[in-house]
């Protein structure tokens, strides 16, 4: 399994040429893949041998539910995944319905990568609402 580290930050941009995006301020390790997500600009760059080879737009945690900072490991990925719905966001639904199956009605769409801690419900996700990417969205647990 390879390595990958991940990195959640709100930094210090600077201008670089690529695609004209702000790149984030940080130097990735020189080997293996990175992850960086940067909240604020709602992206995700993806660094290979310290070189930035993809930037993707990204949903963040609203402020009721902020996006965890800090350096995670990459887990386990889980294709197709079903949704525990948090017993937050059950009491937020209000329609006891405690899991959503695959399909199209699921939040995390067809991939859920973990992040650090499982307990820590982190990860990244597709979508059922593509729309909904770049922004601020409530966040979703998967266990």
């Known amino acids: 399994m390879k390595k990958i580290s991940l990195s959640l930050f709100a930094l210090t941009l600077t201008t670089t040429a690529f695609a004209n ?12 893949q990175h992850v960086f997500i940067n909240i604020p600009q709602q992206r995700l760059f993806l660094y290979t041998n310290g ?8 949903a963040v945690g ?3 539910t902020q996006t965890n900072l800090g350096e ?40 859920f990568v973990r992040l650090g801690d499982p307990k820590l419900g982190l990860g990244i ?3 059922n ?10 966040m979703v647990a998967c266990a």
Do not use: C
């Open 72 to 111: 995670h490991k990459i887990g386990v990925k889980a294709f197709n995944p079903t949704w525990h719905i948090p017993k937050s966001i059950q009491k937020e639904r209000g329609d006891n319905v405690k899991t959503i199956p695959p399909g199209p009605k699921n939040p995390l769409g067809p991939v």
């Open 51 to 58: 070189k930035l080879t993809k930037a993707y737009p990204v």
């Open 62 to 64: 609203k402020a009721m």
């Open 125 to 127: 996700h597709g979508t």
């Open 21 to 32: 995006t702000p790149l984030p301020d940080v130097a990735p390790a020189t080997e293996g």
């Open 129 to 138: 609402v593509p729309s909904s990417v770049p922004g601020y969205a409530a």
